[in-house]
């Protein structure tokens, strides 16, 4: 049975380890792991029936790649990709192509949450766009200290297997 709430999700340093990329002469990744614990998460809450969107800023290819490596490119509905869209997180346009490839409505906004590791781009731009943010705060390599208001996360989590506690909660309060 489907959730009500809906999963937008950012890709590096929130289920892929950047630090782990191996990049060909074009730039593209072609060998990337997982953060510890997040493809068992990714599984689990799509076979609970979570829908689950990429909003990812960087190459099709390389997002290809890297699900394809690690089996769970079956775990997205749909994939926004910065480099298809021709801009990137935190503008508006990233949400506004994952609510219409899912057809979202402005109501269904109070039924997302974005989950992602950098406060400029998926938190400030989660914010903006009027949808639930989550920072996962596991990686060293950005800043995660706001500058502003719009940069301040709804709720903070700091491995992957803190989100299905977090999402049935929040799934719970949408469903009662």
Same mark, same amino acid.
């Given at each position: ?64 790649? =890297? ?12 994939? /926004?990709?910065? #480099? *298809?869209? %021709?801009?990137? !997180? ?54 995660? =200290? ?12 700091? /491995?992957?297997? #803190? *989100?299905? %506690?977090?999402? !049935? ?8």
């Amino acid at each position: 049975m489907e959730k009500k709430l809906i999963i937008f999700t950012d890709s590096g340093d929130t289920i892929i380890d950047e630090g782990t990329e191996i990049r060909d002469g074009n730039g593209i990744v072609i060998h990337a792991e997982l953060i510890p614990g997040a493809g068992e998460v990714l599984q689990a809450l799509y076979n609970e029936g979570y829908r689950i969107a990429m909003v990812a800023d960087g190459e099709e290819q390389s997002f290809t790649n =890297v699900y394809l490596e690690n089996k769970l490119g079956h775990c997205f509905m749909t994939r /926004t990709i910065s #480099e *298809l869209v %021709g801009i990137q !997180k935190p503008a508006r346009e990233m949400f506004e192509d994952a609510m219409e490839k899912n057809g979202l409505k402005e109501e269904d906004k109070q039924r997302i949450v974005m989950i992602g590791n950098n406060v400029r781009k998926d938190i400030a731009g989660a914010n903006r766009f009027g949808i639930t943010s989550i920072l996962i705060d596991w990686s060293p390599r950005y800043n995660m =200290v706001p500058a502003n208001q719009d940069e301040v996360a709804d709720y903070i989590i700091h /491995t992957p297997d #803190e *989100l299905p %506690g977090l999402l !049935k909660k929040l799934n719970d309060s949408l469903e009662s």
